[in-house]
Nanobody
């Protein structure tokens, strides 16, 4: 099982980023996949969860309306489109597969700073 995130970087407040997560080694089409972030000094926070069919739920009001999660089952890829980024969004962003987050990628750093 392998999950590899990409697309992180440094952006100014109000900026946008699109994260990707490419998966392999398991039945991606049947898996629930989540975006989870971990800010400095804080515990992990689930940002979004996608069902196998692509239905997305967002776990925090702070991201709702600014972040959009999606998946392409033909490409075994998960996406997180983030807009109007704020300093509080600074974190390492991970994709995690499974209902109990059995598998994780190494993460990609997102830093929002002026």
């Amino acid at each position: 099982v392998q999950l590899v995130e990409s697309g992180g970087g440094v952006v100014r407040p109000g900026g946008s980023l699109r994260l990707s997560c490419v998966a392999s080694g398991f039945d991606f089409k049947s898996a629930t996949i989540s975006w989870v972030r971990r800010a400095p000094g804080k515990g992990p926070e689930r940002v979004s969860r996608l069902s196998p069919s692509g239905g997305a739920t967002y776990s925090t009001n702070f991201v709702r309306g600014r972040f959009t999660a999606s998946r392409d089952n033909d490409k075994n890829t998960l996406y997180l489109q983030m807009s109007d980024l704020q300093p509080e969004d600074t974190a390492v962003y991970y994709c995690a597969a499974g209902m109990s987050y059995e598998y994780w990628g190494p993460g990609t750093q997102v830093t929002v700073s002026s």
